[in-house]
C-alpha cells in the first residue's frame, strides 16, 4: 500500500546568494519592479508570480564559483512573461547587459533572452509559445 500524497506546495521561494546584496536588492526592486514582501535583514524576499513564488537575496559567504550554469549546473532562474520583447526594451533602458536580443524557438515553443544580475546570475525572460503550457492560476 503506497502513502496517502501529500498537499500540493503553495508558494516557492528560490535564494540567490550574492556578494554585493545591496546591488542585487537594487536590481531585483528597481530595475525589474518586484515588490519587497519581506526584510528579514540577512535576505530580502520579492513576489514574482502573484505572491505564489518568490526571490530571496542573500549576502553570499563566499565568491560565486562558476558562470555557466547550463553548462557546470547550478541555476538559471526564468521569468514567465508574455511580452519578452517589452522586457528587453526595459533591460536595455536600464543598462543591463544583454546576451542576444530575443529569439523565436519554434522546436520547443518559446521566446526567450538571456542577462545576468548583478551577482552573476544567469536570468531568463520567457514566453511559451504553445497552447499546452499551464495559464498561471
Known amino acids: ?23 542585487s536588492r537594487d536590481f531585483y526592486g528597481r530595475v525589474l519592479g518586484l515588490e519587497l514582501v519581506q526584510d528579514q535583514g540577512f535576505a530580502a524576499i520579492y513576489a514574482t508570480a502573484s505572491r505564489r513564488a518568490f526571490l530571496g537575496v542573500v549576502q553570499a559567504r563566499g565568491p560565486r564559483e562558476g558562470r555557466e550554469p547550463r553548462a557546470e ?30 529569439a523565436a524557438h519554434a522546436a520547443i515553443g518559446i521566446t526567450h533572452f538571456f542577462f545576468r544580475d548583478p551577482a552573476g546570475y544567469l536570468l531568463e525572460i520567457q514566453r511559451f509559445d504553445r497552447a499546452d503550457w499551464p495559464e498561471p492560476d
Do not use: K
Request: net charge negative; glycine share 8%.
Open 1 to 23: 500500500m503506497t502513502a496517502p500524497r501529500p498537499p500540493t506546495f503553495a508558494q516557492q521561494i528560490t535564494f540567490l546568494y550574492a556578494e554585493d546584496p545591496a546591488a
Open 73 to 102: 549546473g547550478g541555476v538559471v532562474l526564468t521569468l514567465v512573461t508574455p511580452v519578452v520583447e517589452a522586457w528587453h526594451v526595459h533591460l536595455l533602458g536600464e543598462g543591463v547587459a544583454i546576451e542576444a536580443p530575443p
